[in-house]
């Protein structure tokens, strides 16, 4: 299989870009989770610094997979609700017209898709007869209790309007924040990649990257660099010529 390319900017060194990019930094030593020990280069100032060498290769095998999704057309669920993680997630997902969730997860997005597959399609319904003019058969009042249950939905649902089934993936920002997303995706056999701190467990994570998942140019560039892997992914694969 051709492995994803990984490497940003002019300098071709992937650390150099982490580096700059203020990936290294950990929370401080005291927040330091044990499952990530080996990961860690150096303490400062009781604040842990990461081995980017090491996260450098987390990213390689993450890429790989995103890169093999890619090539294979799967579905990747973006997940991230914290402040520094929202606008990138949803970028990242729009750009390559995947699902995501940036505001609270609900529980039983995976466990119990069925029920929030009818939210969605409930949302849908709405949007559709909305612009259509379909609403018109209802009362002022009604409608105006309509737009109300639908604005709620729109927040929490919007962003996974079009998925159909069980994502093939989930990518997660901080899995010690979305805790419930990730025991989710564990239970339902979907392969997590994660951006983790310092401060989170790995083990259990099918593909960790550990780095700086509270710093806004952090976020963007690993999350960058796995949309870039699965878009080379998707050209790697041949086009059929026409009979």
Known sequence: MQKAEITKGNSGNLVEE??????????SKTRRHPSVSSFIYTTKNKTDIIDLEKTSVMLEEASNFIHDLGARNKTVLFVG???EAKSVAKHAAESLNMPYV???????TLSNYSEIKKRIAELENYRKESAVGGLDKYTKKERSVMAKKMEKLSIYYSGLVGLKKAPDAIIIVDPKAEHI???EAKKCDVPVVALVNSDSNIKGIDFPILGNDAAIPSVRF????????YKKGQMSV???KQD
């Open 181 to 183: 997303a990730a025991t």
């Open 238 to 240: 041949p086009t059929k």
């Open 18 to 27: 982490m580096f700059k990019a203020g990936a290294h930094y950990g929370y």
């Open 81 to 83: 609700t914290k402040p």
């Open 102 to 108: 940036t505001e609270r997860w609900i529980g039983g």
């Open 222 to 229: 690993f999350i960058e660099s796995l949309v870039a892997a």
